[in-house]
């Protein structure tokens, strides 16, 4: 009967996640159909940056931060009905959509989400149309306005949410702005410095991804006692999220993860995985940077390092922390056993 009544309970839980999820989607969406109706009166050129961003919206994505604010601020026992929490997750969204145009522009990505990015899009069509000056810099200007715009929505949809996140969400968006330069400078200088390279992957990627956000939804409850705990958990979590990146991004299917595979060989990114490998064989250095050499070569030789099976070692080793750190969380069962799931599902994903 007990397993019964706490089988039920999950459901229940997981159907207010859900449902808070719908209503993020809703907000992000209308949103933006408000805004392309006000600027479409305006002037008919005035809705391309509002079309990019809903196109993007529109593409997919897993909304894994929204997934976490919302979680946290459940488990913290905040009140489902209460549009704030919609908001803080619509916000979290629109901060990432701006953060995705943006990188794929600094990581001269080709393709997102399985079709092309924004920079690429509209460089295509200024050298299709034949419009004055240079399409590449036409393309990557339209792309950084509309990572601005998307900045400035995020900015307006957490001004609905309750006081108590600000400093949390001003925190969050700092990290994310220092950490991709810390990511710019290290592939410009690609000296091997596994410290710094897991460093700039804690602040670029697992805080604004999972320990922030968790900490935004605990905030808008009003628990802010639960910080200490989310912290833990999201560090481990977020860490494990972004190797799992890493593996994805050297010997992942583009077919599954919607972008080129490769790319951070391309870009000589330090992430913590080529870190690793470098210190271990000094060779991987001359195939990333020195011409000739193709994206296979280096994957045969992080495989010949033995790193790939350490770094999911190194994952494996992240989860269990996380889960550790929420098992004693002064949250509902429901809620540890789902934080549980959730640090399986993102470490060990497959796009």
């Not at 410009?188 to 939804?217: M, N, Q």
């Amino acid at each position: 009967m007990t397993s019964d009544v706490s089988t039920d309970t999950g459901r229940e839980a997981v159907g207010l996640r859900t449902d808070l999820l719908r209503r993020v989607e809703d907000r992000l969406r209308s949103l933006l159909a408000a805004e392309r109706d006000l600027w479409s009166g305006v002037h008919e050129g005035a809705v391309v940056p509002i079309d990019a961003l809903a196109e993007l919206i529109a593409s997919g994505g897993k909304r894994i931060r929204p997934a976490f604010c919302v979680t946290g601020y459940l488990a913290a026992g905040g009140d489902p009905d209460d549009p704030g929490i919609v908001s803080a997750g619509a916000a979290l969204e629109m901060l990432h959509l701006s953060a995705l145009v943006h990188d794929d522009v600094l990581d001269d990505s080709g393709t997102r989400r399985g079709v092309p990015t924004v920079h690429t899009k509209y460089t295509q069509l200024h050298g299709s149309r034949g419009w004055q000056g240079e399409s590449r810099r036409y393309g990557e200007g339209v792309a950084l306005l509309v990572g601005d715009l998307a900045l400035v929505y995020s900015g307006e949809l957490m001004a609905e949410a309750p006081r108590s996140v600000v400093p949390e969400w001003n925190r969050l968006r700092s990290e994310v702005m220092i950490g991709q330069y810390m990511d710019v400078h290290a592939a410009a200088e690609f000296s091997v410095d596994p410290r710094t390279s897991r460093l700039i992957a804690r602040i670029k990627s697992g805080r604004y991804t999972i320990h922030r956000p968790l900490v935004v939804g605990a905030s808008a409850a009003g628990r802010g006692d639960l910080a200490p705990a989310f912290e833990e958990y999201g560090e481990a979590v977020g860490e494990a999220f972004q190797l799992r990146d890493d593996l994805l991004d050297a010997f992942g299917d583009s077919a599954d993860t919607g972008k080129p595979t490769g790319l951070d060989f391309t870009q000589h990114k330090m992430t913590p995985l080529l870190g690793w490998a470098m210190q271990r064989d000094e060779h991987i250095q001359a195939l990333i940077t020195e011409p000739g050499h193709t994206p296979d070569e280096v994957r045969r030789r992080l495989l010949e390092t033995g790193v790939p099976d350490d770094v999911e070692r190194h994952i494996g080793g992240l989860v269990e922390r996380g889960c550790k750190a929420i098992a004693d969380a002064p949250v509902d069962e429901v809620w540890r056993t789902e934080l549980a799931d959730m640090a399986r599902r993102v470490a060990y994903r497959t796009s």
